[in-house]
């Protein structure tokens, strides 16, 4: 596609249950990034992918989240037994850079609220 | 906390009017970028300014940088209605590998 894709693009669930929100990048960028955002907050970094392999995610709140990238594309953040504090934006972004040294392509988020 | 810290964190101007927000930092830095985001939108890149760069001009933006001070400004000349958004700073460091995001300027351009 022309640029970041992510979906759902809006997901209500119920506190306890899981989630999974998806992000496909542009084709050909090896970088991918998760951040969350939190309302009128910037942005938390999450985790970054490098082709496959997830060489930082210190981001991660707990051990309740949890991200792969297969095929050096698609990529999933799973969010098991969801709480409240969970509710937020996720935005995932892809760079053709394997350093921070160039600009990120935004998705549109997918918005996560937890009752 | 953020690497990045906004200042001012809302702004409100007319139409044709200049806004400028600045963005503060701790660490050494590799490029500092700015991002507008509309609402309910995802971040959308405007500018990079390397490290070794003083200024840098895109349209109606323009860029400083000062690493002694550890600070950035933007400045968007002759506001318009369609420039209100929120606008982050965002650090990438040598040997890093993410940019960090500061808390955002809420920017509103009155018609």
């Known amino acids: 596609g022309a640029g970041v894709s992510q979906s759902p693009s809006n997901k209500v669930t119920e506190k306890g249950k899981d989630v999974e929100l998806r992000c496909d990048p542009i084709s050909g960028h090896t970088a991918l990034y998760w951040y969350r955002q939190s309302l009128g907050q910037g942005l938390e970094f999450l985790i970054y992918?490098?082709?496959?392999?997830?060489?930082?995610k210190s981001g991660l709140p707990s051990d309740r989240f949890s991200a792969e990238r297969t095929g050096g594309s698609v990529s999933t953040l799973t969010i098991q037994r969801t709480q409240q504090e969970d509710s937020a934006v996720y935005l995932c972004?892809?760079?053709?850079?394997?350093?921070?040294?160039?600009?990120?392509?935004f998705g549109e988020g997918s918005r996560l609220t937890v009752l | 906390s953020q690497q990045g810290e906004e200042d001012p964190q809302a702004l409100s101007i007319q139409e044709g009017e200049n806004a400028t927000m600045n963005c503060s930092y701790k660490t050494s830095i590799n490029n500092l970028q700015w991002y507008r985001q509309n609402s309910g939108r995802g971040l959308v890149h405007l500018i990079l300014i390397r490290s070794n760069e003083r200024e840098k001009h895109s349209g109606r933006l323009r860029v400083t940088l000062d690493t002694s001070k550890k600070s950035s400004s933007l400045l968007i000349t002759a506001s318009r209605a369609a420039d209100t958004a929120s606008y982050f700073c965002?650090?990438?460091?040598?040997?890093?590998?993410?940019?960090?995001f500061g808390g955002g300027t809420r920017v509103l351009v009155k018609p």
């Open positions: 965002a650090t990438g460091k040598a040997a890093g590998n993410k940019l960090t």
């Open positions: 972004a892809s760079s053709p850079r394997d350093r921070s040294t160039g600009e990120l392509f």
């Open positions: 992918f490098q082709g496959n392999s997830a060489p930082d």
